[in-house]
């Protein structure tokens, strides 16, 4: 391998990155985990055929398969890794595996038949000793390896999101910029940890933020950007700024000029009201024949039909409607949750059940809005076998809508209304409103982050206008409310 150092920090390095430099593809591991499998490869020499550049890849994936999908809950720590698509890189995976468990770089927990939940593994510091103060950096290496790299980039460049989202994967180029330096000044703390601190008996919080926060950083600076789009599952265009960590956004520009985002309020509520009100709307209605069984959907659609057109129903809706439209669906919402308060350190606690580790958390809130929005997702999202203590009093309030919720949900999986809403809104932002001013405006910088539309601030007023028409055109008059955030913070507007 060849070497390419990074500017020299006066802290300890303990995160590497590699790639190739004529595919532009860089991978992220920490350089405590690089030295360790250094010294084990002198001591306890690999099997014919290994390749280091493979074996890092394979060691990345702790890393960066969080990082992409850092609202996902890993059990433990433990990524869940599919066999099928470690073969697709290397046909010898499972000797890389089995020496990373026999050198004790990794752990692992075993396929679980009846989650279906593939074998999961870990970093295993408990056998990779370090102490003290860590802060993280990074070195570079180049990979001479070409048939990983096609691999590799086969795999993430060739998706649905450049044949469906052009005008949106386009502006992920050159000039987006990361101030580096000022970023690790700014959040030095968050790139920090004491490792006597730390215990290795389950994964620490502290460390994955730590890499979450770097990983997100380095890719950009380094210009690795990554796009994803599947239409079988949320729909949603998944990009470096989409995973990103939103500390990171006030150190982010395009050419020089400050980003600024328009927000959907309530978006996901707004969504489920788009859905009540236009079930009838033909492409609402190609998007629920995608989703669900077509065979059922007639008997659905009269259901839903039958309930949405009574007058209790509409009663409870307008209410709704009326919280969800004006932006104020979050502060209504906790009158219905009486009695939560702050602690003496103004943050907000409440414990939630976790149907993946089917325990209850506590979890901590800096806002009662915020403590309201995973409010909103337990009462949206909770399955009917075993409701969420937040659906049962939403729905002595609100029956009926939550009748109309319970349609969707007595299908195949309760997870397909949660599909159903994203489908909906990757329809609206993806396939309409951002196309629509790609045409319009084809020199206009434009990314999304989900519910969320992004331009440079000279073309934000531009943009705003144009979207709130093209919302008017698309929900039949269901127009949401807006908010803009400037990524730099308003004063530098």
């Known amino acids: 391998m060849k070497y390419k150092y990074s500017k020299n920090s006066k802290y300890k390095t303990n995160v590497t990155s590699f790639y190739h430099e004529g595919f532009n593809w860089k991978v992220v591991v920490p350089t405590i985990i690089y030295n360790y499998l250094q010294e084990k490869i002198q001591e306890y020499p690999p099997f014919r055929g290994f390749n280091i550049d493979i074996a890092l890849y394979y060691l990345s994936l702790i890393i960066s398969i969080p990082a992409s999908y850092k609202d996902k809950v890993y059990l433990w720590g433990f990524v869940p890794l599919d066999s099928r698509e470690l073969k697709k890189k290397n046909y010898l995976y499972k000797q890389y595996f089995k020496y990373f ?5 990794l752990e692992t927990v075993p396929y679980a038949t009846n989650s279906h939940r593939a074998t999961g593994y870990r970093y295993n510091f408990k056998a990779i000793k370090s102490e003290g103060m860590e802060c993280i950096d990074f070195m570079a290496f180049e990979i001479e390896d070409k048939k990983i790299n096609d691999k590799i980039l086969n795999e993430n460049i060739c998706n649905d999101s450049f044949v469906s989202c052009p005008h949106l994967c386009k502006w992920l180029n050159s000039g987006v910029h990361i101030d580096f330096d000022s970023l690790k000044s700014s959040l ?5 940890y004491n ?4 215990t290795y008996q389950r994964f620490n919080p502290i460390m994955s933020k730590a890499y979450n926060y770097w990983f997100s950083a380095l890719m950009l600076q380094e210009h690795c950007f990554r796009t994803s789009r599947n239409p079988f599952t949320d729909n949603r265009l998944h990009t470096n700024f989409t995973n990103m960590p939103s500390k990171l ?6 050419k020089g000029e400050n980003i600024v985002s328009l927000d959907i309020k309530n978006s996901q509520p707004y969504f489920m009201i788009l859905l009540l009100e236009r079930f009838n709307n033909k492409r609402i209605r190609n998007i629920i024949s995608n989703i669900y069984n077509r065979s059922n959907m007639g008997i659905m659609l009269q259901k839903l039909k039958e309930t949405t057109s009574s007058k209790g129903f509409q009663e409870e809706f307008s209410i709704i409607k009326e919280w969800i439209l004006t932006g104020t669906f979050y502060e209504e919402l906790e009158h219905l949750f009486p009695g939560i308060e702050s602690d003496e350190d103004g943050n907000f606690r409440k414990y939630f059940y976790n ?21 909103t997702l337990q009462i949206l999202y909770t399955p009917l076998t075993k409701p969420s203590k937040e659906y049962q009093v939403f729905k002595q309030y609100f029956p009926l809508l939550c009748s109309c919720i319970e349609i969707f949900k007595t299908q195949l999986s309760y997870k397909q209304f949660p599909q159903l809403l994203q489908h909906i809104e990757a329809d609206c932002i993806l396939n309409i409103v951002t196309v629509e001013l790609a045409k319009k405006y084809p020199d206009m910088p434009l990314w999304t982050i989900h519910d969320s539309i992004c331009t440079t601030l000279s073309w934000f007023k531009t943009m705003k206008e144009t979207v709130q028409g093209l919302f008017l055109s698309y929900s039949g008059g269901v127009i949401p409310s807006f908010k803009k955030e400037y990524w730099a913070g308003e004063k530098y507007c």
């Open 101 to 105: 468990l026999d050198i004790d770089i």
């Open 188 to 192: 030095q703390s968050d790139f920090c």
């Open 195 to 198: 490792k006597y601190s730390l």
């Open 249 to 254: 956004r006030p150190f982010i520009s395009y």
């Open 355 to 375: 149907v993946d580790k089917e325990i209850s958390e506590l979890k901590i809130y800096n806002s009662k809005r915020d403590l309201m929005k995973k409010v």
